[in-house]
């Protein structure tokens, strides 16, 4: 028994490192951001940034954070999953939204899933900011300059919004902000200046996370090229994560195996398996983690329940 222990262990530090190593294809995880000081940024004109809402109302919590690799994703199905670019703030049609620092209206039209769309180059950050989902009837900007704070819009009704009478959409607004400029992004692929949702990870294009980048405030000569976040930012709160459910499974372990209760670790595998599909779902690097850790528990509980239902042939001589 004390062997199958060690063995176990030993396996278990291997998945959580193999589970949680970042993968080629991997990119930075959003992460939370304090809000509050919110009305602050839109008042300080000593700021590059603000918030495109006032700033009560922006320090609400998101409806759809930003989406990194594995979060904040829609399921489309056969086609896989599809990643948010952006952040939603659910308010009321009518809702007043401001230009988040100073630039030049180069867009300000229909757009098919947006309602009415506006962007705004801000060629001194080397960035540009989207604000989806605005109202065609309230105000229409024209494209030219606008500075940090002026009103550019209104929060579409859910009929005229990119919803319809048939297909509301609920009212918010998606705001988006972008490394570089949209003559960096030529095309018109599915990915293309304007995306909302999209199949690569959305700092791969050149997305960033809004709040981040208005609550930093540094703009880098030359802009935002690369998001450059260090390792333990990046895959800090997927690691903790990963640690706290793979302490919990090594405990369950030990606890059944002394105990010797292995209906304990058949449940918790299953328990964990669930867990384990979910972030699978997700598409979490966490997931394989949380598999592994659910088959080596059902592996050893049914091995010792085989074991026991046959005899206990190790215990009875
Ligand atoms: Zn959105």
Known sequence: MFNLRIFATSILLILLLAGCAPSAESCPSFFPVDRSDAE??????????????DGRVYAA???????????????????????????DSLQPAGTPVYAMADGQVSFSGPM????????????????????????????QIEPGPVAKGELIGFLGDSD?????????????????VRAGQRSDYPGLGQWRWQAGWMRPCPQDLGWLQPSAIITGQDIPAGGFPEPAEGFVVIWGLELFIAGIYLFGGV??????????????????????????WISHSKGTRLSYALLAMSVLLLAIGIYEIVRRSSGMPRTQS
């Open 160 to 176: 005229e919004n990119g919803g319809s009478a048939e297909h509301p959409l609920r009212t918010h607004l998606h705001f988006g």
């Open 61 to 87: 919590r998101f409806s759809t954070s930003f989406a990194a690799y594995g979060q904040v994703s829609r399921s489309m199905g056969q086609s896989g999953f599809e990643y948010h670019a952006a952040e």
């Open 40 to 53: 602050m940024f839109a008042r300080d004109d000593n700021l590059h940034f603000r918030f495109p809402l």
């Open 112 to 139: 098919q899933g947006h309602g009415w769309l506006i962007i705004i180059d801000h060629p001194l950050a080397n960035l540009y900011s989207l604000y989806g989902h605005l109202s065609p009837s309230r105000w």
């Open 251 to 276: 405990g369950v372990l030990v606890y059944a195996i002394r105990r010797n209760k292995p209906f304990v670790l058949v449940l918790n595998g299953v328990l964990l398996m669930t867990a384990g």
